[in-house]
Each structure stands twice: as C-alpha cells, then as structure tokens.
C-alpha cells in the first residue's frame, strides 16, 4: 500500500487493509465419484476473485492451481479408499503448501476440489500451531459428515472420510499428514448443516462428542444462534479457527453445481449471514471452499456463490 493510500481513511477502513491472503487451488477430483469438481478453482478465478479480494484492500497472491499426480488406473467399485494414495500424496503436498503461507504471515485461502484436500489443508494449518503447542479450531459447514473411513465408508470414496482422519480415525496416508498427532481436539470443532449421515459416522459423532448442527437445530433455533455457537466453540482453541464451506452444505436451489446435493440445505442468506458473523468475530486464520462441480452448474452461480462466501468470510458487508 502506498504512502498517500495509507493516508487515506476510506481506504484504512477497508477489512482487508494492511492484511496480506495466499490463494491457492487444489484441483483434485478423484476422491469424488463424479468428476467436475476438478475445474472448481478456475471456476472461482472466472468469477474475478482475486480481484475482488483485493477490492476489500488485501493484497493477494494467487500460486496457481496445484500439480496432482492423476491416478492412471480405474479403482475397482470394491476398492475401500479409492486412490488413496494420489489423494494422500495431494494432501501431503498442499499441506506444506498451506503451512508455507502461515509462516509468511498470510491467511491461506484453499479452493477446491473436492473435500478430500481438507486432510491436507487442515493438517497443514495444524502443523504450524502445533510448533507453538497451540490447538486448533474447527468450523465445517457440509450436508455430510465427511465422518466414514475405509472400514465403514459405503462408497470408497475418500471425500467422505477427511474429517475422521483429522480425529485420528482411519488409514495412516490420512492421519499421518504433517505429523502422526490427530490434528483436531473435538471440543474445539462445531459441523453446521448435516441433513445426510450414515449410521458409523453417528457412532463416531456420539463417541467424540462433537457439536453438530443438524439442518432441524438450524431450522428450530435460526443460524443466527447456531453460528453464534459454533463460533464460540472454534473460538476457544489457543490457535485460532479454520473454516471449511462444501457447497453441498447449500440448498441446490442456490447452489446447483455439486455432485453430491440433498435437499433442504442453507439458503443465501444463512449461509451469508454466517460467513458475515465469522467475520465479525475474528479468530478465522485459513479459508477452504470445496465440491464446485463445473459440469453441473448453471452460467457458473455456485462458483460465484463460492466466491461472494469468501467476500463475506473476508469483510464484506452489505453497508
């Protein structure tokens, strides 16, 4: 920023000002079962995100979209974790990638991809506060759990097993990214927007005790309470808090462009009013938006709604 920039009050009230954000893209599909969510990242970028980052007065720098090693062989529909090393060796590799911009004093804005990259993001995020004997805070917003592991998983698909993993529950590949310790403490993580669970990850959710806002609790009580909640929970781990967005955590009728939608999800404006609240909060020290399938949307919107989410996360207000 300039001097006569830093001079200029308009533009010190800015959110972003004085604060610097690392962009980077994960295009991994291949822990999905539809393909598309590879082309998320370029999606997000069509709809001018860097640019609009830096209009709330972040300077951003974009590295591109990851190099993935594509698996070169069709996994057996009976495969347990399908390409469970292409996606681990993924995860591994954007983990110190994430790790990289915290050390330079950046917040780390992950596009994906499909949720798998969330082992690799988080741990990476982990890994550093784990330097400073600091824990980690967790937001994850999912019409999943993401709870399953090969064991229990009725897909193979390993989209549906990061979160598990950063429990310490499932294949070493997994648990085992930037370092051997789970990398999430229950107590400091809270899930918003479950409306689809398979029996194991409801096993695992009582067995750890973790805060889950079921689509009814946010129909019953409103978001406004649930995030206030969830916050609060993120908030008291020493670190800071990551927040996670998969857009099939959307209703479909705002968010078309996912391969694994259920209806009755967040609408618009929940899902703003949250990401304005976590702004609001502070304590937010990395950002992950995931599952945009391009092949599923229409004229781009789930993209450009993963883009406004991250506006909001990042500042933006409507006044």
Known sequence: MSTVESQNPLVNRLPGAGRRVGVIGVPLDFGA??????LGPAAMRV?????????????????????LERPRYVAPPDDKAKYLPEVAAACA???????????????????GGDHAIAAGSISGVASVLHEKNEALGLIWFDAHADMNTPETSPSGNVHGMPL????GY???ELTHIAGEQPKLQPRFCAHLGARDLDTAERELIRRLD??????????????????????????????GYHVTFDVDALDPGDAPGSGTVVRGGLTYREAHLAMEKIAEAGG???????????????????????????LSALGKTIL
């Open 170 to 172: 499932g294949p070493k």
């Open 33 to 38: 079962g539809i393909a598309g969510v590879g």
């Open 210 to 239: 973790l805060r889950l806002f079921t689509m009814r609790e946010i129909d019953e009580r409103g978001m406004s309470a649930c995030i206030d909640e969830a916050i609060a929970i993120a908030a008291q781990a020493p670190g």
């Open 93 to 111: 590799a954007l983990a110190a990638e994430v790790g990289a911009m915290m050390r330079a004093g950046e917040l780390p804005i992950v596009l």
């Open 284 to 310: 937010m020290i990395s950002l992950e938006v995931v599952e945009i399938n391009t092949t599923l949307d229409v004229n781009n919107r789930t993209a450009e709604l993963g883009v406004e989410l991250i």
């Open 47 to 67: 709809a001018r995100l860097n640019q609009r980052i830096a209009q709330l007065g972040y300077e951003v720098r974009d590295l591109g979209d990851m190099r």
């Open 164 to 167: 598990a993993a950063l429990f």
